[in-house]
């Protein structure tokens, strides 16, 4: 079965520092794979996928991802945080079962960032 | 989030009594999903549905069930609920063609 690993249960950052999160999947084929954010009391909102093609995506509000085959990862990076980025990061990975795709997801990371 | 909502809230509920959760969409999606959110457990799907009358279970179904008999509705309902149920609830929506999933805002569910 798919299973999605998130090493960090919390990060600390400086604001203005950059960021890495990190993502490591398991499953048999090309994965679909996402990084979702929530800040708290709200519902998880899209920051990027990955479905096949360039290893390097872009998503919004300055983060990128990048799939790393030989390593099973899809960490998040940022290059300077801002303390608005303080939230919740879940990394999926999307099982396709017939048709019926379903969203797995790590147990996610926490951010802090100090001024 | 636009185009789907989640009702109620907030709810707190004795164990042993029955709660149903509602999700609405506006968007005609054709898969919907329940998720619930415990620290430390991420978010795990327990129901999730790909068509009217059409639903599945996840991998935390016990103790849940859930019907969607018109495309903008799917209902999660607790028979009888449990304080291991106290969670946040999330609905989710999901348009095949981009493989994105749109969450609701959440239930915080308190079992008492």
């Known amino acids: 079965a798919q299973s999605v690993t998130q090493p960090d249960i919390h990060i600390t950052v400086s604001e203005g520092a950059s960021l890495e999160l990190r993502c490591n999947y398991s499953?048999?084929?090309?994965?679909?794979l996402f990084w979702y954010v929530q800040s708290p009391g709200q519902g998880l909102q899209l920051l990027l996928k990955?479905?096949?093609?360039?290893?390097l995506v872009q998503g919004i509000k300055g983060f990128e991802a990048e799939f790393k085959r030989s390593q099973s990862s899809f960490n998040l990076r940022k290059p300077s945080v801002h303390w608005s980025d303080a939230a919740e990061y879940f990394c999926?990975?999307?099982?396709?079962?017939?048709?019926?795709?379903?969203?797995?997801f790590g147990t996610g990371t926490r951010l802090t960032i100090i001024p | 989030d636009a185009g789907i909502t989640q009702s109620p809230r907030h709810k707190v509920t004795e164990t042993g009594t029955p709660v149903t959760l509602r999700c609405h969409q506006t968007?005609?999606?054709?898969?919907m999903y329940w998720y619930r959110q415990d620290p430390g457990h991420g978010l795990r799907l327990i129901h999730y549905?790909?068509?009217?009358?059409?639903?599945d279970k996840g991998e935390v179904s016990d103790g849940y069930s859930v019907s969607r008999s018109k495309t903008e509705d799917f209902l999660l309902t607790l028979e009888s609920a449990t304080s291991s149920q106290t969670s946040v609830y999330f609905c989710?929506?999901?348009?095949?063609?981009?493989?994105?999933?749109?969450f609701g805002s959440g239930t915080r569910l308190t079992v008492v």
């Open positions: 499953y048999g084929a090309t994965p679909y």
């Open positions: 999926a990975v999307m099982v396709s079962n017939f048709g019926n795709e379903k969203l797995t």
């Open positions: 549905s790909y068509g009217v009358k059409d639903t």
């Open positions: 990955y479905f096949s093609g360039d290893t």
């Open positions: 968007e005609n999606h054709r898969y």
């Open positions: 989710a929506i999901s348009d095949r063609a981009n493989y994105g999933y749109t």
